[in-house]
């Protein structure tokens, strides 16, 4: 079992910054794929990044490559989405999960989720 919160989420102009964190608990940590997805109102849950139990391996969509960089540490057990050049297009509900199976971006394949955290990007 494990549990995650997430913080960081807030209101943000276009072009700023936010720093996502997701705080783990439970058992065994380092031997999850985690993963962020984002949900907008009406819209169908998302993937937007994800990272190998190492950290060695990470993956994102082209919506959101070369602006978003997942990362994370294993002894803190936390996992973090660090989110440049934001557009109102990425207004959401960002959540974060953990996944047994290796470097997946299928919501249906995560086991665990948070409670998400809102993002708000004006324009």
């Known amino acids: 079992q494990v549990q995650l919160v997430e913080s960081g989420g807030g209101l943000v102009q276009t072009g700023g910054s936010l720093r996502l964190a997701c705080a783990a608990s439970?058992?065994?940590?380092?031997?999850?794929?985690m993963g962020w997805f984002r949900q907008a109102s009406g819209k169908e849950r998302e993937f937007v990044a994800v990272i190998s139990w190492s950290g060695a391996s990470t993956d994102n969509p082209d919506s959101v490559k070369g602006r978003f960089t997942i990362s994370r540490d294993n002894v803190k057990n936390t996992v973090y989405l660090q989110m440049n050049s934001l557009k109102p297009e990425d207004t959401a509900v960002y959540y974060c999960?953990?996944?047994?199976?290796?470097?997946?971006?299928?919501?249906?394949?995560?086991?665990?989720w948070g409670q998400g955290t809102q993002v708000t990007v004006s324009s």
């Open positions: 999960a953990a996944s047994k199976v290796v470097h997946t971006t299928r919501v249906n394949e995560y086991a665990y």
């Open positions: 439970g058992r065994r940590f380092s031997t999850y794929s």
